[in-house]
């Protein structure tokens, strides 16, 4: 089991680092080749827009083999980001969109296979601890990735850049092939119904709706701020787009206490009151982020760090323990577009709200986000109660 444990935590922590330095980069980069923070905002939209078709995409995780199914999906992408170094100009945009949109299906695929091989590969009573250890490892990459990102794009421009994000899926790929599992068992055949099959089983146990549903609202939110961050960030504080590095930096930091403590909080609180208690935490951060203060951004990101992550890992918690193992595919795809799926929409309407001011997607989604946790909690009283 230990070794597995290292081996889950390594491919958090190469993945983490790739795809969050690239991510950023691609934000910057493509805000110097337009000088548009609306426009540079949009990148974002690439990664998550493939959520949207989670549950489909998700079946492959319970139809295929699951193992070759996350090392393929990680050779294939290490390919296709090395096309980003045929970008030179404003001409080539279009392409870094169309890399980070096979970034975010990438994404999908292994995250629903993952989340079906960690159950088969630890026990049940380790899921949680281990889940906050790699939410930790990935989001803790924060701390290094984005300052190595934009360090290394300000010091010799995107090349660097993209061969790091070549190299961490190769990486990943060969950890996924030394993990111990046990023998894999014969894989369904395809069924009618398959989807709906993943759809009542995540919506018809609050076990699972629950948690899953108020960590949507938080990580839908994180996307109606991006445009307001950079926003506030170049236009309010007049600071250079850079500055993200350090921002993301601190939201690392937030990600990785978050998921160091969660494991136990879980076990003591539950996934529904954690993912209220870090929605509730998000939303403290937007207030924080619409200061005009860069001290005040940095503490807001770190608080949005520390929310989101343990919203996150509430949900993926509950889906790993109440889900039966021959839908985990389906379910996890599913849940992540719950939780992901909305960021698609509010990354465009934080992107249009930007142009009443950077603070209006900022101070909006403090609102919801602070009405979604007290929903949650005043239905968690009411269910306690009977």
Aim: aromatic share 6%.
């Amino acid at each position: 089991m230990r070794r597995n444990v290292v081996l889950f935590i390594v491919i958090s922590l190469v993945s983490g680092f790739g795809s969050t330095a690239m991510t950023l980069a691609a934000g910057i980069w493509v805000f110097d080749l337009t000088g548009s923070p609306a426009v540079a905002a949009l990148t974002g939209l690439c990664i998550y827009a493939p959520t949207l078709g989670a549950p489909w995409l998700g079946t492959l995780a319970d139809r295929l083999p699951r193992r070759p199914l996350v090392i393929g999906t990680d050779v294939l992408l290490a390919a296709i980001m090395l096309t980003l170094l045929a970008v030179s100009s404003v001409r080539e945009v279009w392409l870094i969109y169309v890399v980070l949109l096979a970034r975010g299906l990438s994404y999908v695929l292994n995250d629903a296979a993952e989340t079906a091989i960690l159950p088969s590969a630890l026990p049940p009573g380790r899921l949680g601890d281990v889940n906050g250890w790699r939410a930790s490892a990935q989001e803790g990459m924060k701390l290094i990735a984005p300052l190595a990102g934009a360090g290394l794009y300000a010091w010799s421009g995107p090349v660097p850049v993209v061969l790091l994000a070549a190299v961490a899926p190769l990486i990943a790929a060969g950890c996924y092939a030394l993990l111990r599992l046990p023998p894999a068992l014969p894989m369904e055949k395809p069924e009618r119904g398959e989807i709906r099959e993943g759809l009542r089983a995540l919506f018809g146990n609050p076990a699972v709706r629950r948690p899953v549903l108020v960590a949507a609202v938080a990580i839908g939110l994180s996307g109606l701020t991006s445009a307001g961050v950079i926003a506030q960030l170049v236009h309010g504080l007049h600071l250079p787009a850079t500055r993200l590095g350090f921002l993301s930096t601190a939201q690392g930091a937030g990600s990785l206490v978050s998921g160091l403590l969660v494991g136990r909080l879980l076990t003591r609180f539950g996934p529904a009151a954690i993912a209220a208690l870090g929605t509730a935490t998000f939303a403290i951060a937007c207030v924080t982020w619409s200061l005009p203060w860069w001290p005040s951004m940095i503490v807001g990101s770190v608080l949005a760090g520390i929310g989101l992550v343990g919203a996150l890992i509430a949900g993926i918690t509950a889906v790993q323990t109440e889900t039966p193992d021959h839908l985990l595919g389906r379910v996890g795809a599913t849940a992540n577009t719950v939780m992901f799926g909305s960021v698609a929409i509010a990354i465009p309407l934080g992107s249009v709200m930007v142009r009443f001011g950077a603070v209006a997607p900022l101070l909006t989604a403090a609102a919801v986000a602070a009405a979604g946790a007290l929903v949650a909690q005043g239905a968690r009283a009411v269910i306690a109660a009977r």
